[in-house]
């Protein structure tokens, strides 16, 4: 079973930026940390949850494209800790963001389960 921690987020202004973290911890991971990719998802209410960044464990990225040139997903295999870092921030960014697995085509996968997510809120 693996365990994701999330945290940072919280109230930015628009235009601002923030920085979440992710700490992936279970047996699953062990040792295999570094052979999986990785993604940051959000959920917005009444909105449908989606991919926002992902990190090949080559360290290849994909971003959905309402984030390109805004976002920048990081990993430390050291730590088994991805990085989302949200610069320029938009009314349209706010939402629950969590990180969990990606496919090796850096497309949505899972882990089998979900931390907590931090929100993100953009406002003045």
């Known amino acids: 079973q693996v365990q994701l921690v999330e945290s940072g987020g919280g109230l930015v202004q628009p235009g601002g930026s923030a920085s979440l973290a992710c700490t992936a911890s279970?047996?699953?991971?062990?040792?295999?940390?570094?052979?999986?990719?990785l993604a940051w998802y959000r959920q917005a209410p009444g909105k449908q949850g989606e991919l926002v960044a992902a990190?090949?464990?080559?360290?290849?990225?994909n971003y959905a494209d309402s984030v390109k040139g805004r976002f920048a997903i990081s990993r430390d295999n050291s730590k088994n800790t991805s990085n989302l870092q949200m610069n320029h921030l938009k009314p349209e960014d706010p939402a629950a963001y969590y990180c969990?697995?990606?496919?090796?085509?850096?497309?949505?996968?899972?882990?089998?389960?979900w931390g907590q997510g931090n929100r993100v809120t953009v406002s003045s």
């Open positions: 969990n697995a990606a496919t090796t085509a850096l497309t949505p996968s899972t882990f089998g389960s």
């Open positions: 990190i090949g464990n080559d360290g290849t990225t």
């Open positions: 279970g047996s699953l991971l062990t040792g295999f940390f570094h052979r999986y990719a």
